[in-house]
């Protein structure tokens, strides 16, 4: 009984970890990041991720020079990033890592795979 208690609590220590990192990314994300993804089509090869709060959950949306896409299930875990939106009906899907305040990755779309890199805008 002793040693069950001891892993509940363990796992409790590691949920709750987890958890503060992933808030703590979260919170660094905040604001507007300068995207480049020079493989996709040209209208869509620069601009910006905008990570904000809405009604307390964490929010993400792409603005371009075709307007503003508002992304779905965004995802905060570890220092990787997740989440889908459509571009004229096609999905898309972006995974990301957060390294030394940049985040790099990839598009995942139907046509294959597209690099992307961000910066935060100063």
């Not at 363990?10 to 507007?32: C, P, R, Y």
């Not at 020079?65 to 990033?81: F, H, M, P, S, Y």
């Amino acid at each position: 009984m002793k040693m069950l208690l001891s892993i509940t609590a363990l796992l409790l220590v590691i949920v709750s970890a987890s958890g503060m990192h992933a808030s703590h990314l979260e919170k660094k994300l905040n604001g507007t990041w300068q995207y480049e993804a020079l493989q996709a089509p040209y209208e869509y090869q620069k601009g910006q991720i905008v990570f904000f709060e809405e009604d307390g959950e964490p929010q993400v949306k792409i603005v371009t020079n075709q307007g503003t896409i508002k992304a779905k299930n965004l995802k905060v875990e570890n220092d990787e990033v997740t989440f889908d939106f459509y571009v004229e009906y096609e999905y898309c899907k972006a995974t990301l890592k957060y390294k030394e305040d940049k985040l790099a990755g990839k598009v995942a779309t139907g046509q294959g795979d597209i690099p992307v890199t961000m910066k935060r805008k100063p």
